[in-house]
């Protein structure tokens, strides 16, 4: 079977937080999408569009930037869920689900996305193993500096 670009371009990818906090007030952090890049190293910019999407600018280790637009398509603070669609060099979905986990929160991070940027989808195939490890040192930072703003450093 031939695989085509756009399945190399296609990225699924799932993380477990847990952090030291109850599930209310983690959420009350990730709620606030402008606040990240003051905890979370590489996104380096969020700008508000209006209540419910924003613009994101973001990179990691590797020498460029992704900007995506994030629409809210779910904020539901009982069921401790926040997701958004997005579109721009990433087009796809992420989504937040909190839940109690010992005497802290269960944070699963699940996203799935289409990469659109023009050089990562020229770099499908031989960068995909770089491109998920980039992703990965990015969420061992978030989780990182979302500790320290729930432990109050």
Known sequence: ????????????????WH??????????VLERPEEYPLWWPQIREVTALDGGSGIARFRSLLPYDLVVTARERRRDRAAGILEVAMSGDLDG????TLSAYGGGT??????????????????????????????????RAGRRGLTAVLNGV
């Open 19 to 28: 952090l030291p906090a109850p599930p209310g007030a983690v959420y009350a």
């Open 1 to 16: 079977m031939k695989r085509t670009t756009a399945h190399w371009s296609h990225y699924r990818f799932d993380s477990v």
């Open 93 to 96: 979905w992420a989504r937040w």
């Open 106 to 139: 269960r944070a699963l991070y699940e996203q799935e996305v289409e990469v659109r940027k023009p050089l990562m989808r020229r770099l499908a195939l031989p960068g995909r193993p770089v491109f998920r490890a980039n992703h990965a040192l990015m969420m």
